[in-house]
C-alpha cells in the first residue's frame, strides 16, 4: 500500500473507523490522541490510542507506513482502512 496522505486525510480515516479525540487532553499541541473505537478488545501489549502528528500535508513514506502498522495492529485490514481512507 504506497499510499501519501497528510494530516487531514489520517484524521479523517481514523475518525470513520471509529477512533475519536481523546476528550481528556487539551488539543494546543502539535500531537493529538485519537482513542481507540470502544468496540474493539484489545489485548494488554497495544496501547489503546494513536498519536497523530498535527498539520503535515504529506506524512515521510517511513511514518504513513508506521501510521497504517498501528492501525492494523487495532484489527483493521488493509480493506478497512482503504474504505476509512474513501469515505
Do not use: W
Not at 27 to 37: E, F, G, T, W
Not at 45 to 63: C, D, M, N, S, W
Amino acid at each position: 500500500m504506497g499510499r501519501q496522505f497528510g494530516t487531514k486525510e489520517l484524521t479523517s480515516c481514523l475518525i470513520n473507523l471509529g477512533f475519536y479525540l481523546d476528550p481528556n487532553k487539551s488539543n494546543h499541541s502539535h500531537h493529538v490522541k485519537y482513542l481507540a473505537p470502544k468496540h474493539k478488545i484489545l489485548s494488554k501489549e497495544i496501547r489503546p490510542f494513536i498519536v497523530v502528528q498535527l498539520g503535515q500535508k504529506t506524512y515521510y513514506k517511513q511514518a504513513a507506513q508506521g501510521y497504517l502498522r498501528e492501525i492494523r495492529r487495532f484489527g483493521f485490514t488493509t480493506k478497512d482502512i482503504d474504505q476509512g481512507f474513501k469515505k
